[in-house]
């Protein structure tokens, strides 16, 4: 491997290395996002979180129950419904999936 290309590899593996540990927001296609510490990824761009939460948005069911009991309440304003949050350990996201991560500060 030539030289440039070494130290290339070298400059992302440090890179990288400075989000060890650090709390990132990774959202996936289907529109879940995982909340974990990054702990390592790998050549396909895999990323294994640790102590992760899952967040999905609520279900077609929920928000209708929201709006009916907003509405029979005659509050004003907009209806809120949290989305649905589980509690998944230690994960790995495939990195094909991935479609949006942030480091949180």
């Known amino acids: 491997m030539p030289s440039s290309a070494l130290h290339q590899r070298s400059k992302a593996a440090e890179y990288l290395e400075g989000y060890l540990n650090k709390t990132l927001h990774v959202q996936i296609a289907d529109g879940r996002t995982f909340v974990g ?3 390592c ?6 990323l294994i979180l640790a102590m992760t939460h899952e967040y999905r948005q609520p279900s077609e069911a929920a ?3 929201a709006a009916d009991r907003h509405e029979a309440s005659r509050e004003e304003g ?3 419904v949290d989305m649905k ?6 994960v790995v996201v495939p990195g094909q999936y991935i479609s ?5 500060d």
């Open 37 to 39: 510490q990054l702990k």
């Open 41 to 46: 990824t790998d050549n396909e761009c895999n």
């Open 63 to 65: 928000v209708k129950l």
């Open 78 to 80: 907009n209806v809120k």
């Open 85 to 90: 949050k589980r509690f998944v350990g230690l």
């Open 100 to 104: 949006k991560m942030e480091v949180e």
